[in-house]
């Protein structure tokens, strides 16, 4: 569908650099919790993927349907340690996974605003470090939200539009849970 599409673009063109600088930067915590975002973003995208097969899911289907990102996002709380020199950038990463409610929200564009302002407490600790591969990395991490901005303001500017008919929500996703990869895995990637 083409929001999966465009959204296929935004995580090659505005994903990747954050991937190539985490890995460049040779420290595991920036490569792990890069990693755990990224990852929640293509479950997003498996979501997204949904929209044109399914109806909208109610209230009550919404926490079976985001399980498999929750459980993500609690990975990532899971990983921050307060004796690690890393525990800003992993509590940043943790704060940057309420972003996994995005299909949830009618106005995704304050949302994603609001994310970031959750995650600045932490990305300002990071800056303090002076550390260039570090203030390099969180850079990169808060520009991927300005950019989600900007998509969200050309591809959704007032939610997700999902099939009337469709299959019903906790239908769909019982047979394709998000990241199974259920909405077809974007085009180039495994």
């Known amino acids: 569908n083409k929001l999966t599409a465009s959204f296929d673009g935004f995580l090659t063109e505005k994903v990747t650099p954050l991937e190539t600088v985490a890995k460049d930067s040779g420290m595991p915590d920036l490569v792990e919790g890069t990693a755990d975002f990224v990852d929640m973003l293509k479950k997003l995208r498996d979501l997204f993927a949904a929209t044109d097969k399914c109806a909208a899911p109610g209230d009550a289907d919404w926490a079976k349907v985001l399980a498999p990102i929750v459980e993500l996002s609690n990975k990532a709380s899971k ?6 020199d890393f525990f800003s950038n992993r509590k940043a990463i943790a704060e940057a996974m309420q972003l996994m409610m995005l299909p949830t929200q009618k106005l995704p564009v304050p949302h994603v605003k609001n994310t970031l302002e959750a995650m600045d407490f932490h990305a300002n600790k990071v800056l303090m ?22 998509w969200c303001k050309d591809e959704m500017t007032t939610g997700l539009t999902w099939k009337a008919g469709g299959t019903p929500a906790a239908e769909y996703f019982a ?3 998000v990241g199974s990869g259920g909405g077809g895995a974007p085009k180039g990637k495994g």
């Open 79 to 84: 990983a921050c340690d307060n004796r690690s």
């Open 129 to 150: 470090k002076k550390d260039p591969p570090q203030t390099a990395w969180i850079k990169a991490l808060k520009q991927v939200f300005n950019d989600l901005g900007d």
């Open 175 to 177: 047979a394709n849970p």
